[in-house]
């Protein structure tokens, strides 16, 4: 193992996380992402694996997923849109393309112009 990296346990995990050592051994099967380094027997995981386990943890109890569906939505870059973290609204949207639409139009006029 290399030093530079903290390590927990399968017990720690369990702990932390508040999921069944059963469980994660089960994941392991079904999320190639999670799977940890053994030495003489011992499981450890990084906090990469760990992160993974949160995620599908959230993909399966919390939105009701299939483990298809949480194993594709990790395989997918874990690309989520959680609308309470944009800022966007339908109406800044609308302005936006609005001002965009306006800037076109000037640019055109003044195209048309030179050309005259």
């Known amino acids: 193992m290399s030093d530079n990296k903290t390590y927990k346990t399968i017990g720690e ?16 099967t079904k999320f190639p992402q999670i799977s940890p380094e053994k030495i003489n027997g011992r499981r450890y995981y ?15 109890y919390d939105k009701g997923m299939t483990i298809k569906g949480a194993l594709n939505a990790l395989s997918n870059n874990n690309i989520e849109l959680d609308s309470s973290k944009t800022s966007f609204s339908n109406d800044n ?4 393309l ?5 800037n076109l139009e000037l640019a055109l006029g003044k195209i048309i112009k030179a050309d005259l």
Request: charged content about 30%; overall charge negative; hydrophobic content about 40%.
């Open 13 to 28: 995990v369990s702990d932390i996380l508040n999921i069944p050592e059963y469980v994660l051994r089960f994941w392991e």
């Open 93 to 96: 949207i609308v302005s936006s």
């Open 46 to 60: 990084t906090e990469s694996h760990i992160d993974n386990i949160r995620k599908i943890k959230s993909y399966l």
């Open 98 to 102: 609005e001002e965009i639409k306006n």
